[in-house]
Structure formats: C-alpha cells, structure tokens
C-alpha cells in the first residue's frame, strides 16, 4: 500500500495563477482532510470531507475550494493564489468507526510546499 | 470549539534525561487525544494516543497521561536519545466526524 500520496511535491506559483493540489489514498478510508502548516502555527485544517461526495470548512477555509469525487481522491483548489498561501500543505486520512464513535489512526501524505511569489 | 494550548514550544533536554510536553483543551465532551511526531522535513506520524476512559498508556520509553478534571493531557519521554529530536504536536476530538485540533507543536532538542 502507498498509503496517502500527494503531488505535486513543490510547486512555485506566480499571484493570481491557480492549481489543484491533489490528494489520493489506498487505504478505503472515509474521511480525508486538508492542512497547511506555517512556522510556529502548528497545523491548521482548511477543509475536510467525511465522505465521498461531502465536504466541510476547516479553521482557514478562505480562499480554497475543495471536491471528493471519488473516496480515495481528495482535491484542493487555489483558484488565485495569494502570497499568504505559502506553505506547506499536507493532506491525511482516516478511518471513523461510525458504530460507537471509534477513531482510527490519522494518516499524513508526505507534504506539498507552495512557493507563491 | 475546541482549543488546545500546547507548552513549552521548545524543549532542550541532555541524552538521557526525561522530556515532558504538556497540552490543555477546552472542551470537556473531548475524547480521544493523540500525540504526533515529525521529524525535520517528514509527515507527522502518530507515535501514541489515549482515550477518555484511560488515564495512563505507556509505549517503551513513551507514556501519555490525561486528567480530565483539569483537561490536560501530557507526553513523557524517558531516557531521551538524539533521534527523538523532531516536533511534536497533541491533538484533541471530540468523536464523531469532528476533526482533530492540533496544539502549535514543541520543538524538542535532544543534546548529545
């Protein structure tokens, strides 16, 4: 199993450009999210989907669009990318036991570092 | 919604020694915290958790401990090795579909 990829790794965007930071896991996970992650912010959820087809806003959703076509794919939008929206951006997934609320492990893709200039 | 203090943001201890994380949370309907590690340039990875009904967990030389009067939650590393040295970060739920919130991290520095 890959378990949570991401692509494209670094990506160097001039503002007002957009892209799509894609997210795919092998794991039949249900729920996926997205995070950005800055120096001394620790890691803030900007959407997250909790099933194909669903999708929610996270702490800083502003400015990013999302979509979960499929299960194991979960995309992330800049539609005009801004120089605030450097960072790295991680996207991760996990197992929710809906029967009795059960939580499973949370697992991270490898990271993708945006440069907008 | 929840919050979640994490203290100190940086920790230097000498090889050997015990290091200590600590991490409060706001809402009392939390349940499930789990504590992650990343390490310089790497994906963070869940090294241990704990659920409400438990008050301590041990993994070799890593034990979490939760108080639920006070809602804090701590890390406690023994024997500290240089390879401990990374970023960690607590997290806190409260079940369901609601997701983790992360403290800002601690930067531990393990000194040969």
């Known amino acids: 199993n890959a378990g949570v990829t991401q692509t494209p790794k670094f990506q160097v965007l001039k503002t007002g450009q957009s892209m799509t930071l894609q997210c795919a896991q092998d794991?039949?996970?249900?729920?996926m999210y997205w995070y950005r992650q800055d120096p001394g912010m620790g890691l803030r959820l900007i959407h997250y989907?909790?099933?194909?087809?669903?999708?929610a806003k996270g702490e800083v959703p502003d400015g990013y669009n999302v979509s979960r076509l499929k299960k194991q794919n979960f995309l992330l939008g800049l539609e005009s990318a801004a120089p605030s929206q450097t960072s790295v951006y991680f996207c991760?997934?996990?197992?929710?036991?809906?029967?009795?609320?059960?939580?499973?492990?949370?697992?991270f893709g490898p990271g993708t570092r945006l440069l907008v200039l | 919604g929840e919050n979640v203090e994490q203290h100190p943001s940086t920790l230097s201890v000498q090889e050997g020694d015990s290091a200590v994380i600590k991490c409060t949370y706001s809402?009392?309907?939390?349940?499930?915290f789990p504590w992650y590690k990343q390490e310089l340039g790497k994906r963070p990875q869940l090294i241990i958790d704990?659920?409400?009904?438990?008050g301590e967990k041990k993994d070799q030389r890593i034990a979490v401990t939760l108080n639920k009067t006070a809602k804090h939650f701590s890390l406690h590393i023994t024997e500290t090795q240089p390879e401990d040295s990374a970023v960690y970060f607590c997290?806190?739920?409260?079940?369901?579909?609601?997701?983790?919130?992360f403290g800002k991290g601690t930067r531990l520095s393990v000194i040969a």
């Open positions: 997290a806190a739920s409260t079940g369901g579909n609601t997701p983790l919130v």
């Open positions: 809402d009392s309907a939390s349940n499930y």
């Open positions: 704990i659920r409400s009904n438990v």
């Open positions: 989907s909790v099933g194909e087809g669903t999708t």
């Open positions: 794991m039949n996970h249900n729920s």
């Open positions: 991760a997934s996990s197992y929710l036991a809906l029967a009795g609320g059960s939580r499973e492990t949370q697992y």
